[in-house]
């Protein structure tokens, strides 16, 4: 089946440890998002990417890093910069920046 | 900046009944997309419509369509014979032509009463 997958579906973080959430498409598309969702909010862009190894920051990129060595993969990790991290993590994929994304099943990161 | 408003945070409906949503936005653009997007309990969302603002006619999708009023700049969808799975959250979202940027709004909360 082609879609969308993220892992793990929950995540516990200690005070000052980076954490890495997994983002995996095979669906064979170019550009791939990362979107952070609050209570009561709507979807906020952390960071994006149009093609391997390129990436460019979102609305709310401070305390997180991506990177993305292969087109089906793009990981985000939340660092220790990041002071609020406890939300619902969301990726989505797109044949390009022009076309509907695609959202995976999410990540709910909490902080212990 | 561009915003999108949803002014209901939670609406219900009668199951088999009729129901609409608002959305309404704010831009200086003149070509851009708009969406309706369903996050049911499991979180995941999911692609409900989609209306190109150049394009006249409303976009329908089975049970779903919407009215799209671009001098206005609103953007409702209307869920006919509205069925149990239809509960969830529904976000609004844009998208200026050229740009990758999806804004959404805060979401309305629809609940199926049977």
Redesign the interface.
């Known amino acids: 089946d082609g879609g969308i997958t993220q892992s793990p579906k929950y995540l516990f973080r200690k005070e000052g440890q980076n954490v890495t959430l997994s983002c995996e498409q095979n669906l064979n598309h170019d ?1 791939m ?1 990362w979107y952070r969702q609050d209570p ?6 952390i960071y ?1 990417s ?1 093609i391997v190894n390129d990436f460019q920051k ?2 709310i990129a401070e305390g997180y890093s991506v990177s993305r060595e292969k087109k089906e993969s793009f990981p985000l990790t939340v660092t220790s910069a990041q002071k609020n991290p406890t939300a ?1 993590y ?1 990726c ?1 994929s797109s044949w390009g ?2 076309e ?7 990540t709910r990161l909490l902080v212990l | 900046a561009q915003t ?1 408003t949803q002014s209901q945070p939670e609406m219900s409906v009668q199951e088999a009944e009729t129901v609409t949503l608002s959305c309404t936005y704010d831009t200086s653009e003149s070509d851009y997309y708009l ?1 309706w ?1 369903k996050q049911p309990p ?6 409900v419509i ?1 209306q190109e603002a150049y394009k006249q006619q409303n976009a329908t999708e089975n049970r779903f369509s919407v009215n799209f009023q671009k001098a206005a700049k609103s953007f409702s969808l209307k869920i006919s014979d509205s069925q149990l799975g239809d509960a969830a959250m529904y ?1 609004c ?1 844009y998208r200026i ?11 309305t909360r629809l609940t199926i009463i049977p």
Not at chain 1, 100 to 106: A, E, L, S, W
Not at chain 2, 97 to 107: A, I
């Open positions: 550009a998002y009561g909010q709507g979807l906020r862009l994006y149009q979102g609305d619902f969301l989505a920046k022009l509907t994304q695609y959202f995976g099943p999410g | 999108v969406f997007y499991s979180r995941q969302m999911i692609l989609r976000f979202a032509f050229g740009n990758e940027k999806l804004t959404f709004g805060t979401g």
